[in-house]
């Protein structure tokens, strides 16, 4: 098969397990999490910000089938990352952080936000600043907005392009359709930074036992458990359009990681529907229409969806952007041109192109363009 050569907007990378311990005063590291597992391997104590909590852990065949995640050579070394990436036909690509995951379980405000910045400091020496062709995704606490947008105004001086925020922000905090957020949105609009929401980061009740991504049980679990974390994502950007945030910064560009992209033209019209249909009781009154504002400011990344090429093809969306979820089970590493052709073949050429290559470079111009493949 001929190389199909495309960007990627979503992907991962494990940072070292002590980041946060090891690059903080002693007063803060105690706080970070840390976790002990019992003699019999069945249950472990997870300490974080002076509280503990006891969770069950997965059976070993589990733990085998969920490691699989970072088994990549690349999970956790950027030089062999390069390789990988280089093997699979993928050029630029959007990186997202695994230590994040712990944010919503901070309740101190001061060790949610230097942990944060310890990240970014390390992201940026580690990722951004070596490799142009990786964005990586600063992160910033959603536990007091004034320290996210401080956080924002630091990373956007550093050079940082994108900006990794979860489905929902912080238990403790107003959600993303509140005014309190405004500052937030007009820092990044004026940053040109991009909203990269990545979908399945709902804050984790880590008291009741649960785990990441667990929400049903029983019959069908892990495939309702599965779907249930695309929806999230879906969510923030009806909030953000309800709202009029996105109406009021028009220049803010948002993206939803591995939530696939046929649901844009869907959520697009249901509120065009509400917003119609019960006009009366809507507030605020948008000044463009509930459509024009998603289709223009909101992007989505897919990794396997058919349905995702029909959407750019049939149903007007043109901002739909391949991701290869790197190094993640539902990802494509290890047959990323099977899937690559699978997709695409018989698709039209500038079609095929703006899926692959374009829509990631609108969103981020800076990365060196895809050279001729045979130059790779």
């Known amino acids: 098969m001929e190389k199909i050569w ?36 069945a249950w472990e104590t997870v300490h974080i910000d002076g509280m503990s909590f006891r969770r069950k852990l997965p059976t070993m065949a589990q733990r085998e089938f ?8 690349g999970a956790r070394d950027l030089k062999l990352r390069m390789k990988d990436l280089d093997n699979e036909g993928i050029w630029g690509e959007l990186v997202f952080p695994s230590l994040g995951m712990w944010s919503s379980s901070f309740r101190t405000p001061e060790a949610l936000r230097e942990a944060l910045r310890v990240s970014n400091d390390w992201a940026w020496d580690t990722i951004e600043k070596p490799y142009p062709r990786l964005v990586a995704t600063a992160q910033v606490s959603t536990l007091d907005v004034g320290d996210a947008v401080h956080e924002l105004k630091r990373v956007a001086e550093m050079g940082y392009r994108a900006v990794f925020m979860p489905t929902t922000p912080h238990p403790l905090q107003k959600d993303y359709n509140h005014d309190v957020w405004e500052p937030f949105w007009a820092t990044a609009e004026e940053a040109g930074i991009v909203i990269a929401f990545h979908i399945g980061t709902d804050p984790i009740d880590l008291a009741d036992g649960a785990a990441a991504g667990v929400v049903y049980r029983g019959p069908g679990g892990a495939v309702l458990n599965y779907t249930e974390t695309t929806y999230s994502g879906q969510r923030a950007v009806t909030k953000m359009v309800a709202s009029g945030a996105l109406d009021r ?26 917003y119609r249909q019960h006009a009366a009781m809507v507030r605020p009154k948008l000044k463009r229409s509930p459509r024009e504002i998603i289709y223009s400011q909101v992007y989505a990344s897919f990794q396997h969806d058919q349905s995702a090429v029909a959407a750019a093809a049939s149903m007007g969306y043109r901002n739909v952007m391949w991701g290869s979820d790197y190094p993640h089970m539902e990802g494509t590493f290890g047959h990323t041109q099977e899937t690559l052709h699978g997709l695409f073949d018989g698709v039209d050429p500038k079609l095929q192109e703006r899926i692959t290559v374009g829509a990631f470079a609108e969103l981020f111009p800076d990365v060196p363009a895809l050279p001729n493949a045979t130059a790779v």
């Open 6 to 41: 495309a960007n990627s907007g979503d992907s991962h990378f494990l940072e070292p397990d002590d980041l946060w311990r090891s690059n903080l005063p002693k007063h803060l590291a105690d706080l970070m999490p840390r976790a002990e597992k019992d003699a019999d391997g």
């Open 66 to 73: 969920y490691e699989a995640s970072s088994r990549a050579p």
């Open 249 to 274: 910064h028009q220049d803010l560009k948002v993206l939803v990681s591995e939530g696939g992209a046929t649901w844009v033209p869907f959520v697009a019209d249901r509120i065009e529907e509400g």
